[in-house]
């Protein structure tokens, strides 16, 4: 619990009913985008540590309960900037030269930053399993981003990932209190 500025209580945590499904995010988002945009617009000057450690509470929480692999909307929907780290860890786990990932599974995109050529990841099987997993990217890894410092540096990609992370999502409807 915690007090807002008016010194009403206001109840910061996550429960399994406030995470939607997969499948109902396009819709909440597309009903909620003035709500969602006017919500980050007020974390963007919140104190920083603040919204660190409020977001990191609420991403602990609700990845307490939620699964992941009954998702997987980020592997089928988009693909992340791939580093040259990220090639060599793919070769070394698919027992192929760097050339070869890049050039079975990467393409460059416009903004100059390697990419799967297409989605779903080709990583991803039909059970949301990644078969690179221990060596998959770092933009994977780091995936949806909100158990990372500088919380209020993403803010603006956090908007775009509640499109496709339900805990996003929630993680945003909560803090618009």
Do not use: W
């Not at 709500?35 to 450690?53: H, I, M, S, Y």
């Not at 990372?148 to 803010?155: D, I, T």
């Amino acid at each position: 619990m915690k007090l807002n500025n008016k010194g009403v209580s206001i109840d910061l945590s996550i429960l399994i009913g406030e995470v939607p499904a997969p499948g109902e995010l396009k819709n909440l988002v597309a009903i909620h985008r003035k709500l969602l945009q006017k919500t980050v617009e007020k974390l963007a000057k919140a104190n920083p540590r603040d919204l660190d450690r409020t977001v990191h509470s609420l991403h602990e929480e609700a990845f307490g309960f939620y699964d992941c692999l009954k998702c997987a909307n980020c592997c089928r929907s988009i693909s992340p900037a791939i580093s040259y780290n990220d090639v060599e860890q793919l070769a070394r786990k698919l027992k192929v030269k760097p050339s070869e990932v890049v050039v079975k599974h990467l393409k460059m995109d416009d903004d100059g930053d390697y990419v799967f050529h297409s989605a779903p990841c080709p990583f991803i099987d039909g059970e949301n399993y990644c078969s690179v997993y221990s060596h998959r990217p770092k933009a994977c890894r780091e995936y949806p981003h909100t158990d990372r410092s500088r919380f209020y540096q993403l803010l603006k990609l956090s908007l775009k990932n509640a499109e496709i992370c339900p805990v996003v999502y929630a993680i945003l409807m909560k803090l618009r209190k």
